[in-house]
């Protein structure tokens, strides 16, 4: 995949390879893992695993009992990640996830102020129902986010490598939720939806978590392991044809813009910005991986479209008015952008 002179950053051309391997023989056996605990729901976990190769924070929207808070920490026990669960309620304040000083009097009398870690000094933290809790708490994730840091008392803390926030939304139509600022929504790498089963695996649940308890999930990967895929992910190649699509999909998303169609200059009050192609193509490098490819193609920007557009592009009152949902919107782009220019 790579050459001596586009390595990845500290692994040998021979590490690069087995790591490569590694991705395309970690699909099964992952899988494998997570159906002790869970049943169908292969396109989430497909999304989630390649947020978690691609290195990104992930958001999952879904009605309660959908077994999200279950996914999210199945899958921590998979990778070996050190994992905190913080459960966002209305009266959550921002020290509650970042930790807070303390004052503490040491031998001799003397008083000094000590820092008391958070839940956010994790590998994976779990935001369950972040959007329960009101802005001012959602937003102390933000540093945390973009930067794997927090800043308290004028103080930085470096958070522990490698760092995600997986958070669970309820629908924002249900009592009691905030909706999230769009700020803190554009730094997730996706937005995805978990619906209920199908009938027969829904019995199949019903079957199983009534019986004997699942055999315990193996741990298959560490944090090293996971870094090493994040740097392999990067390295892979996509060429400018199907980059320049991933760019004018998201491009075309945007109203009342040079060549945006009439469609979306009606329907859509904003569109998605400069982060929602780099995750169409980022994503789309760690897709390939799993399916065993060293290229990105125009089928991995298409299957991606969705769970990186729906929070980033905010339907008109009209559009909302007529039935018609963001989800609409990016099925008519998608047959609207051209894969190749003319």
């Given at each position: 995949?790579?050459?001596?002179?586009?390595?990845s950053?500290?692994?040998?051309?021979?590490?690069?390879?087995?790591?490569?391997?590694q991705?395309?023989?970690?699909?099964?056996?992952?899988?494998?893992?997570?159906?002790k605990?869970?049943?169908?729901q292969?396109?989430?976990?497909?999304?989630?695993?390649?947020s978690?190769?691609?290195?990104?924070?992930?958001?999952?929207?879904?009605a309660?009992?959908?077994?999200?808070?279950?996914?999210?920490?199945?899958?921590?026990?998979?990778?070996?990640?050190?994992?905190?669960?913080?459960?966002?309620?209305?009266?959550l304040?921002?020290?509650?996830?970042?930790?807070?000083?303390?004052?503490?009097?040491e031998?001799?009398?003397?008083?000094?102020?000590?820092?008391?870690?958070?839940?956010?000094f994790?590998?994976?933290?779990?935001?369950?129902?972040?959007?329960?809790?009101?802005?001012?708490?959602?937003a102390?994730?933000?540093?945390?986010?973009q930067?794997h840091?927090?800043?308290?008392?004028g103080h930085?803390?470096?958070?522990?490598?490698?760092?995600?926030?997986?958070a669970?939304?309820?629908?924002?139509?249900?009592?009691?939720?905030?909706?999230?600022p769009?700020?803190?929504?554009?730094?997730?790498?996706?937005?995805?939806?978990?619906?209920y089963?199908?009938?027969?695996q829904?019995?199949?649940?019903?079957?199983?978590?009534?019986?004997?308890?699942p055999?315990?999930?193996?741990?298959?990967?560490?944090?090293d392991?996971?870094?090493?895929?994040?740097a392999?992910?990067?390295?892979?190649?996509?060429?400018?044809?199907?980059?320049?699509?991933?760019?004018?999909?998201?491009?075309?998303?945007?109203?009342?813009?040079?060549g945006t169609?009439?469609?979306?200059?009606?329907?859509?009050?904003?569109?998605?910005?400069?982060?929602?192609?780099q995750?169409?193509?980022?994503?789309?490098?760690?897709?390939?991986?799993?399916?065993?490819?060293?290229?990105?193609?125009?089928?991995?920007?298409?299957?991606?479209?969705?769970p990186?557009l729906?929070?980033?592009?905010?339907i008109?009152?009209?559009?909302?008015?007529?039935?018609?949902?963001v989800?609409?919107?990016?099925?008519?782009?998608?047959?609207?952008?051209?894969?190749?220019?003319?």
């Amino acid at each position: 995949m790579s050459t001596d002179s586009n390595k990845s950053p500290g692994l040998s051309e021979a590490e690069e390879q087995q790591t490569v391997q590694q991705i395309r023989e970690s699909r099964k056996q992952i899988r494998a893992e997570l159906s002790k605990v869970i049943v169908g729901q292969e396109e989430v976990i497909e999304q989630l695993l390649i947020s978690l190769m691609a290195g990104g924070h992930c958001l999952i929207t879904g009605a309660p009992g959908l077994a999200k808070t279950l996914l999210v920490s199945s899958v921590a026990q998979v990778f070996h990640l050190n994992f905190q669960r913080i459960q966002f309620t209305p009266d959550l304040m921002p020290a509650d996830i970042t930790g807070t000083e303390i004052l503490e009097q040491e031998e001799g009398g003397h008083r000094v102020m000590k820092f008391v870690k958070g839940p956010i000094f994790a590998n994976v933290v779990l935001a369950d129902e972040i959007n329960r809790t009101p802005p001012k708490t959602q937003a102390a994730l933000l540093e945390a986010m973009q930067e794997h840091q927090i800043t308290v008392a004028g103080h930085r803390y470096p958070l522990e490598e490698p760092f995600f926030v997986l958070a669970t939304q309820n629908p924002i139509e249900m009592e009691g939720t905030y909706p999230l600022p769009e700020a803190q929504l554009d730094r997730f790498l996706f937005n995805i939806l978990i619906d209920y089963l199908p009938r027969e695996q829904e019995r199949a649940v019903v079957m199983q978590t009534t019986a004997d308890k699942p055999e315990p999930i193996k741990a298959l990967f560490s944090g090293d392991d996971v870094q090493r895929f994040h740097a392999v992910v990067r390295r892979v190649p996509i060429s400018e044809q199907v980059a320049d699509y991933a760019v004018r999909l998201v491009a075309a998303s945007r109203p009342n813009r040079e060549g945006t169609p009439d469609f979306v200059n009606e329907m859509v009050s904003w569109g998605a910005g400069l982060r929602a192609a780099q995750t169409l193509v980022l994503g789309g490098k760690a897709r390939a991986l799993l399916a065993g490819r060293v290229h990105v193609s125009f089928d991995d920007i298409v299957a991606l479209a969705a769970p990186t557009l729906r929070h980033r592009v905010l339907i008109s009152y009209k559009a909302e008015a007529e039935g018609i949902s963001v989800e609409d919107v990016i099925s008519r782009l998608l047959e609207t952008v051209p894969r190749d220019m003319p």
